[in-house]
């Protein structure tokens, strides 16, 4: 996920791939909601929350980097940094600027599959945000300029600067995506994009893009927090019920993609210490066995009473970290796996251990424990972020979330009994499926000049 | 559509005016959860602020052993002790905390600023007793072995080898280290630094356990699905025979001299970016000027509309975003003004971070720039109660800092009482251009030729640590 801003991105980041199971709530958990299509094909989700003054604002486009064309990388969040810029009746600035004067805080997202915006303000604000809202689904066209192109692909480029090329192994995601999939499939390139693809955007491409897919039946509106349906209802038709309905969208659906071979490369970065990097194609977003290599994945590599924690860090002290997690979106999924080497070991000595731990539990399965474990740390999450109705991941992002993947809003408690279904033997046999035996990307990062510290092709020594 | 036509759903509100933003109705009043408070016979202080709306519970013991009680030969032992509550306590080993917490769904965290540690448990209602447990194990009874203090020290060691990949972290442990300089614990690293780490021993950290983490000087926090005397009972039976200790009052270090104006580079070879610090010391936290610095701050680098963001993001594009901030501590923390810039930028950017940084002492803000900061600070606020963990960090400050429980109360009207002339003055007392110090961290080769040529400064090299080279 790319962001318009930093300040939330920590945030952000604690909530993308998120999912959650439960064992511990005795209650089910609720999201009452509304959802109603106006007209020109806007869908729209209400949700009553009196208990804080504060109301949130959150639209999904169904558009995303998954959407670009080879050549045009990382139009989908440049494009979302100019939805900021201003549009027919609110001129360059005053987005920020109003919003910031009634008490708001606004950001912005952009992943593979969709793009969001919330507002968060207090719940006078509700008429303010959906004008602004509405203006730019309505009116941002005759507003584009070269300038603000030019100056918002200034600010995306210092973005791709500082949160990847001038970070330690920021470029291994881009690296593993593109030996992952093939050139044509869209997930074969980083949201953030590339320099050179970023420079050759241009107005016509914004206007395009804005034409095709910046359209009210191309959206969701889910609106959260003190407010009455009804009057979230009224206010909600009164400012988007005139915006035009766009041409249908479609939208690219490449062929499933398998990997027939291991895959090695290295990396030389500017590191101390190397970090090898396993990638793995999986299953899409709530598809069969998604929660069961999310609890994998915890099992493996969350927290310090995790499998590979336990063994690399803990006990042989040869590794600093470790880090696993399924990610799946609407196309595809992937899981990842990356560990850390300490000074004095190369990642071949990591891997080892790594496929290990892997074939134990691809042989064996995780404890019972191990996966009540797991599945109480999910629903703890998940119970946490019912606290809020804003930001990314409150619960208005969650009610356009659901809608967007799986049809229905109010997919809380089924979503959580997804993980609560898992079994030892379910997370025994994904291990063995998805992993184990299965083809993977391995991408080891070194220090500049060490690449003999890179894991080898082949069974570890 | 015929004007009638129109004319009608106007007047039903149906058809949207977008010619002009919509006035809005009053704010809603701000409604501040109430705070209720509790001493243990041990002096042990709890305070407790109910919220039932979703049943988890987030729960915070806040101590008096922050790093501004490092031991000067000692740079990172107030963290590592608060690292090592974890790694083994009761009859719990290390792997067993780490199991059980995540088994309770529970999230433990144990840190230290320069001012307090913190022992931070979020937990699921029905597991808060059995977290509780855990709270009070690592709390009172950390058995500190040498096997995991060995461990912890060696992960450590691998840590601030790789910090120094992170130009972002190599210009937080170095721009104050140059502004207050080795003498002044806030110019320490809170992490320490290669050398000070293997002086990290079982001893000093069970003397400085043993000194600082009392239950007379420490404060307990509650926030959530919980009552004042459900808490009361639970808390008492574990921490009840916490034994007492006498804890000196942190001696306020006296702050370094000023200096005048400066340029340190620090040299990343083939840096994308620049990573730039500019700023001195500040007030601490205790300043009467404390609302008008808020006030300032926001205007200046503390919003996404702030001057500093606004010229350096908006306006040129050298950034992903820029700002500023007032630590604010027990001691005058640093003010500094912040960005990541595009290395080709770098000497562009510091003109505009002065221009900026002048035109706020020396203009007086317009109205309508005044006026929409204290806003986003006052109706802003409301929001920072919404979650569990969020009114903790709130109500935490009032602890951390003695202020009274009752504070928010009357914080909307002490900002809304601040004026332009307010702003003007703090801006001056407190921002200082001759004197700052401007940190740089990016490739050398490509931009010390137009810092030079700026002259607004020496240029100084210095280290990764921010330390002389010799």
Known sequence: MTTRTLSRLALAL????ASFPARLVAQTLRVPYEMFTLPNGLQVILHEDHSVPVVSVNIWYHVGSGDERVGRTGFAHLFEHIMFMGSQHVPTGEFDRLLEAAGGDNNGSTTEDRTNYFEDAPANALPLMLWLDSDRMGFLVPEITAEKVDLQRGVVQNERRQSYENRPYGLAEENILKRLYPPSHPYSWPVIGSMADLQAATLEDVRDFFRTYYTPNNASLAIAGDVTPRQARELAERYFGDIPRGPTVTRPTPPPVLLTADVYATLEDRVQTPRVYNAWHTQKAFAPDDAGLDVLANVLAGGRSSRLYRRLVYELQIASDVVA?????????????????RPGHTLGELQRVVDEEVGKLADAGPTVREVQRAQNTFEAQFLSRMERVGSFGGKADQLSFYAYFVGTPDYFQRDLDRYLKVTPADVQRIARAYLADAHRVVLSVVPQGKPELAVQPGVQP | MTGVVLALLLVQGVGADRTKPPTLPPPPALKLPAVRTATLPNGLQLSVVESHKVPVVDVSLVLDGGAARDPADLPGLATFTALMLQQGAGRRSALDIADETAFLGAQLSSSAGFDVATVALHVPTRRLAAALDLLADVVLRPSFPDSEITRQRELRRT???????????????????????????YGRPLAGNDSSVTGLSRARVTAFYGTYYRPNAARLLVVGDVTLEEARRLVSARFGGWARGDVAAASAAAAPAPT?????????????????????????????????LQVLNTILGGAFTSRLNQNLRETHGYTYGAGSAFSLRRAGGPFVAQASVVTAKTDSSLIEFLKELRRIRDEAVPAAELDKAKQYITLG????????????????????????????????????????????RVARRYIDPDRFDIVIVGDRSQIEAGLRALNEGPIVYRDLWGQEIP
């Not at chain 1, 997690?325 to 080497?341: N, P």
């Not at chain 2, 972290?169 to 002044?184: E, M, Q, R, S």
């Open chain 1, 14 to 17: 604690a909530c993308a791939g």
């Open chain 1, 325 to 341: 997690f399924q990610d799946g979106s609407r196309l595809d999924g992937k899981f990842e796996l990356w560990v850390t080497a």
């Open chain 2, 159 to 185: 840590q601030l080898l790789q910090q120094r990949d992170e130009p972002v972290l190599v210009a937080n442990v170095a721009f104050p280290a140059i502004v207050y300089g080795a003498a002044h614990p």
């Open chain 2, 260 to 292: 005048p104006r400066a340029i340190y580079l620090i040299d990343k070879p083939g840096a994308a970016q620049s990573v730039v610090r500019i700023g001195h010391v500040g007030p601490a936290r205790d300043t009467p000027d404390y609302f008008a």
């Open chain 2, 381 to 424: 606020l409301p929001g920072d109660f919404e979650t569990t963990a969020g009114a903790a960090s709130r109500f935490r400050d009032l602890l951390i800092y003695g202020l009274p429980l009752d504070y928010y109360a009357g914080y909307i009207d002490r900002i809304n009482a601040v004026t332009a002339a307010d702003v003007q």
